[in-house]
């Protein structure tokens, strides 16, 4: 893997940060006078990036590249998650940080966004080769992250034994046991209930309440999911469960479909156990064309930035589109999905189940007394149906895209609170 300097990608028009900066630029028309602070959220407070050196198993030392970025602050501690791949980026992990706060504020959390990542494929790399990396990683950002000053929590690739890792690093070198430092965790380490079902959860609660207010059922409806992890799968498990079918799911090792429904139950546990998506049997392996040319009512892209495209956007034969990744559809596309009357609910709400539940883990932490299942699934349940509800309205109020809208709310938040805090010096 080629890994020379920092990889950050300026001047791409596909790349996430410009993404983001677009979607910034179609909010600010509708901030009132709040526009005048909008450059606050076109940058990022904070940006660190580290090197990561380890040792090999083999005895060599490797080097990755790792970075946190804290968006924004006005609200509230950073708080966002770390993702391990090969293909994250400075200018990535921004557009995530800045999703972040975004979503945060969307459903009024009180904090900034944040996010963090390291360039490297966790699949090459031994069990106490990725602990190593984890816990140096942590060192090198211990400076700028705290239970009040920016929480990280898991995103793709990464789990609650990291975080566990993380956790205790961060404690070793503060020399107190900091539970609230990450959010994510196993519930022996104050880990919250439902934290691990929580996006999936949230993209499901999404998904049901809009499909409503369309007028279709989600019991009955023909689901497509990208991405069968902590998101793609639990969503699909849950859809399954309230008798949607589930027709077609892709993850890394290919497409599979079956035009009856897919036994979702029995793939996790096939893929838990080590096998391959696309070799479970009772489905039938179909290409990328193929599996983005399925017929569905709900289309979820449940895996990494830019894979709603332009030319996807244009043959995707589906009604509503739930975000479950971060950054799925690019402007071009979402542009193209409203001409054609695809509802598209935005990542900024559809996958805030995670950080929602991170939220009540982290109060959790701080008054050490925790609740029940049901009572952190009611309440996921009720910030999530109460959050989309505003975003309806606001959408309806102003004729924007549900993405817009959820931006108008955010950002009006945002901006307010930096505006009363004032400049320093
Ligand atoms: N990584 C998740 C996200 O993108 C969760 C972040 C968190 O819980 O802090 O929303």
């Not at 400076?143 to 929480?151: E, F, H, W, Y």
């Not at 039938?284 to 289309?299: N, R, V, Y």
């Amino acid at each position: 893997m080629a890994s020379a300097g920092l990889s950050y990608v300026p001047n791409n028009p596909n790349s996430p940060w410009q993404m983001y900066l677009l979607q910034v630029d179609r909010v600010a028309p509708h901030l009132g006078h709040l526009e005048r602070w909008v450059e606050t959220l076109k940058r990022c407070k904070r940006v660190l990036a580290v090197d990561i050196p380890i040792n090999r198993d083999d005895g060599t030392v490797a080097h990755f590249e790792g970075f946190r970025a804290q968006h924004n602050m006005s609200r509230g501690p950073g708080k966002g998650g770390v993702r391990f791949h090969p293909d994250v980026t400075i200018d990535e992990v921004m557009a995530l940080a800045g999703w972040m706060t975004v979503k945060n504020a969307a459903l009024n959390l009180p904090y900034g966004g944040a996010k963090g990542g390291i360039r490297v494929d966790p699949k090459t790399l031994t069990r106490p080769e990725l602990e190593r990396l984890t816990r140096r990683y942590t060192s090198e950002i211990g400076l700028i992250i705290g239970p009040d000053k920016d929480i990280p929590a898991p995103d793709v690739n990464t789990n609650d034994q990291i975080m566990a890792w993380m956790m205790d690093t961060y404690s070793m070198n503060t020399g107190a046991t900091a539970t609230g430092v990450v959010t994510g965790k196993p519930i022996a380490l104050g880990g919250s209930l439902g934290r691990k079902e929580a996006t999936g959860r949230g993209v499901y609660i999404a998904a049901r309440e809009t499909a409503r207010a369309m007028g279709f059922d989600i019991a009955g409806a023909r689901i497509v999911v990208q991405g069968f992890g902590n998101v793609g799968g639990i969503a699909a498990r849950l859809f399954k469960a309230a008798g949607a079918s589930v027709i077609g799911l892709q993850d890394a090792s290919g497409s599979v479909a079956n035009e009856a429904g897919i036994d979702v139950d029995a793939a996790l546990d096939f893929v838990a156990a080590g096998g391959a998506l696309v070799d479970f049997k009772g489905v039938t392996k179909i290409s990328e064309g193929e599996f983005w040319a399925l017929k569905s009512d709900i289309f979820v892209p449940a895996a990494l930035e830019n894979q709603l495209t332009e030319t996807r956007a244009r043959s995707i034969a589906t009604k509503l589109v739930v975000e479950g990744a971060n950054g799925p559809t690019t402007p071009a596309a979402d542009d193209i999905l409203h001409d054609r009357g695809i509802k598209v609910v935005p990542d900024v709400i559809a996958n805030a189940g995670g950080v929602t539940v991170s939220y009540f883990e982290w109060v959790q932490d701080f008054s050490s007394f925790f609740w029940t299942e049901s009572e952190i699934n009611d309440r996921l349940e009720r910030i999530m149906v109460e959050a989309l509800k505003a975003v309806v309205h606001t959408a309806e109020k102003n004729n924007v895209s549900l993405r817009t809208a959820a931006f108008i709310i955010a950002c009006t938040r945002v901006l307010a609170a930096r505006e009363l805090r004032g400049l320093y010096p």
